[in-house]
């Protein structure tokens, strides 16, 4: 019973495509994060949401849209893929509003490649 | 500009003994840490935590230590299994930040049977 879901797991595309990677979490959750996990393995935040605050980390290109059409879902919206755009992407949740502290439950990551 | 740094980008170590992982952070606004252990094809699953008002916080074999003058925490593990082989994040947290975590590069641990 997955608690943080994504699909689709791997994702080959064109350079200058636009793309989705859905997100659910089934935890009763507040808050969803997007990161990315670079060719580094350094893994990023870009995104923060909970209850419809939005917050963004300042370096991601606003190509990167994130759109929750309710609390259990984060989905990103990627328009005109760069070769730079490929990375693992993961999606996370955690409890609570945002700017406490609370764990983050991890989704299984995206692996997206950009041709 | 790194914020969170492990400097050891992987460790090998013994079955049964300690093993010790190290984070440095530059943000002085942090003050609260996470550990977080990443299998391959898995996305990183919770270890331990601890706020800035501790510095120390155990959970069976784990044990996070915060040394805030110096800026550095470490995670003790022992004894060590070869399931904790994987590699571990260290995790920082600003209250007021969204609870976005800004993580170190990881370091994979290895431990032998």
């Known amino acids: 019973d997955t608690a943080v879901s994504q699909t689709p797991k791997y994702l080959v595309t064109q350079m200058g495509n636009d793309k989705s990677i859905k997100c659910e979490q089934n935890l009763g959750h507040d808050t969803m994060y997007w990161y990315k996990q670079d060719s580094k393995k350094f893994l990023k935040i870009m995104f923060s949401?909970?209850?419809?605050?939005?917050?963004i980390n300042e370096t991601v290109p606003n190509r990167f849209s994130p759109k929750s059409p309710d609390k259990a879902h984060l989905n990103l919206h990627i328009n005109s893929l760069e070769l730079g755009d490929s990375a693992v992407y993961f999606c996370a949740s955690s409890a609570g509003l945002a700017g406490a502290f609370n764990e983050q439950f991890f989704g299984p990551g995206t692996r997206l490649t950009v041709l | 500009d790194q914020q969170v740094k492990q400097n050891s980008p992987s460790l090998s170590v013994q079955e049964g003994r300690i093993s010790i992982l190290n984070c440095d952070y530059t943000n002085s606004m942090f003050d609260y840490f996470l550990w977080y252990k990443k299998y391959p094809a898995e996305g990183p699953t919770f270890l331990i935590s601890?706020?800035?008002?501790?510095d120390k916080n155990e959970d069976g074999r784990f044990t996070v230590f915060l040394n805030k003058s110096a800026k550095h925490l470490s995670l003790h593990i022992v004894p060590s299994q070869p399931g904790d082989s994987a590699v571990y994040f260290c995790?920082?947290?600003?209250?007021?930040?969204?609870?976005?975590?800004?993580f170190g590069g990881g370091t994979r641990l290895m431990v032998k049977p």
């Open positions: 601890i706020s800035s008002i501790k």
């Open positions: 995790a920082a947290s600003a209250y007021g930040a969204g609870n976005m975590l800004t």
């Open positions: 949401y909970n209850n419809k605050e939005l917050i």
